[in-house]
């Protein structure tokens, strides 16, 4: 049986408008336990910001999160996937473009994501990838704690 990304993928992707501070989308990450959100004008895609690009655009070059808008991180016109496509195209996108994460859109609008651990955990249910998406995080820290 061919697998869709619509079976894999996490539904109601979490978007924010491209002037969101970075400390605030910073917070909603944290509180919601996501690794990455998508930056949106209303039902337009414009961009994907992950927990990475706030580490290496805004923290490591000192810049002010308070005042950085979310719109100047994020990667801009992200390599997208339909929830009708083949799980395993979500695959070689991720393979080609090197990304963990790929926005599904459905005529333009986004209605998920769908993430290397999404796959993971329902392609390979016995694999440590898939055992670690599936963890909650430890009490009081983050999602990638250790």
Known sequence: ?????????????T?????????EVARLM?????????????DRLLGLVTDRDIALRV??????????????ICTPDPVCVGPDEEASAAV????????????????????????LGDLAANRDPNSALADISRAAPSPGRGPSAT
């Open 92 to 115: 070689a996108l991720m393979r080609r473009h090197a990304v963990r994460r790929l926005p599904v859109v459905q005529d333009g609008r986004p209605v998920g994501m769908v993430s």
């Open 1 to 13: 049986m061919v697998q869709l990304v619509y079976d894999v993928m996490t539904p109601g992707a």
């Open 30 to 42: 944290r509180d919601q336990d996501l690794g990455g959100v998508l930056v949106a004008d209303g």
């Open 59 to 72: 923290v490591a070059d000192a810049g002010d999160p308070r005042i950085i808008d979310v719109g100047s």
């Open 15 to 23: 978007t924010v408008e491209p002037g969101a501070s970075v400390a």
